[in-house]
């Protein structure tokens, strides 16, 4: 079976849509990856082994490291791209979507642009980016709205995203979870200054990610440790507010994240997030999860057997959730089994199969 060409919008961090693309690299070997920026450096090392084609605006190398800056140009620049494939797969949360094609175009939606459907959630770029995404937002609807509009096929990896895909762009998208992103049989190495026992929490330092309420709710329970696990636009802020039971390891290899996933006491997520990734990594590991009650984490976690909730993002819910979770008795086998079915080969024989009707 020849392999389709994969899109991404970019490659230049290391979060849950780069470990879903290598997840499709793994099911379609030798497939081509075009994107409009890769900084080897900034992402995963896996990447530098593949077919990666990025675009004309990767020669600049200001956007390369600092990929908000060229948010007024990825539009234009996948509209100019135009890939000759029977089969096309776009890995978009908000941008490779936009990219034409000659074949078949299948869709994975991450979520719709949250710059666009979710300006009160997700802010960037301080005062000036703010203003400079507010001047856009309308045209860039436009050109969001007509790129969906295009796709023969679309996939999200969340119900929560299959309803928010639906709000924005009428259109019934087929659910396909994407694997858990780090592999528990993989090698483990202790992080130096870290005693086991600790809760976790992993994600970029963005202001939608919550980090800083986490951050700031252990600095009420003095006798419990956290371990962020992130870098980003927040970390200094992070960083200042944190009390001396809280660490920041702002880059671990993953031999050390699943060490710190093994020697944990359960993971904090309080995250506006569109798919509940780190939930089911502490869940491979058999931990359990204090979750924010909303959006793709009401998929990936079962309350009272493998996690727990909180209804919002503040001191008081935050705190509570870690004392359920210090408190409970939890069945790791259960947790694990879990995991399990999330599995990477159940995610590559759906799109495979999907491929296939496609091109068919």
Request: with cysteine; charged share 20%; aromatic share 8%.
């Amino acid at each position: 079976m020849p392999a389709p060409a994969i899109v991404h919008d970019y490659l230049t961090q290391r979060g849950g849509a780069e470990r879903v693309v290598l997840a499709m690299m793994r099911a379609f070997p030798g497939a081509p990856l075009h994107t409009s920026l890769y900084d080897p450096e900034g992402t995963y090392d896996e990447f530098a082994a593949l077919d990666v084609r990025p675009g004309p605006l990767d020669s600049l190398a200001p956007l390369r490291m600092h990929h908000r800056l060229a948010f007024p140009l990825l539009a234009p620049a996948f509209s100019r791209l135009c890939i000759d494939a029977d089969v096309v797969l776009c890995s978009s949360s908000g941008w490779a979507h936009g990219v034409r094609t000659t074949g078949r175009k299948i869709v994975y939606c991450h979520s719709p642009a949250k710059w666009l459907h979710q300006p009160e959630r997700y802010r960037t770029g301080g005062a000036a980016g703010a203003l400079a995404l507010r001047s856009l937002r309308r045209p860039l609807l436009r050109w969001d709205r007509r790129s969906a509009a295009t796709a023969d096929r679309y996939l999200v990896n969340s119900t929560a995203v299959q309803r928010w895909v639906h709000e924005a762009y009428g259109i019934a998208a087929d659910v396909v979870p994407p694997p858990g992103g780090v592999d528990a049989s993989g090698p483990r190495e202790p992080v130096p200054g870290v005693e086991p026992g600790f809760f976790l929490c992993v994600g970029r330092l963005l202001a939608y990610k919550n980090v800083d309420a986490v951050v700031r709710a252990f600095r009420h329970i003095p006798e419990q440790r956290l371990v962020v696990v992130g870098s980003g636009p927040m970390a200094d802020t992070v960083e200042a507010q944190r009390p001396a039971n809280v660490q920041v390891l702002r880059s671990v290899s993953d031999a050390q994240l699943r060490w710190l996933y093994h020697r944990s006491a359960g993971l904090i997520a309080a995250a506006y997030e569109d798919y509940g990734l780190t939930p089911l990594e502490a869940a491979s590991f058999g931990k359990p999860t204090a979750a924010l009650r909303w959006g793709g984490f009401l998929d990936t976690v079962v309350e009272g057997s493998t996690g727990t909730f909180f209804d919002a993002p503040t001191v008081d819910g935050i705190t509570d959730a870690v004392e359920r979770l210090r408190s409970t008795v939890w069945n790791p086998d259960r947790i694990q089994a879990h995991a399990g079915l999330y599995s990477e080969g159940r995610f590559a024989d759906r799109l495979r199969a999907i491929v296939e009707e496609e091109r068919r």
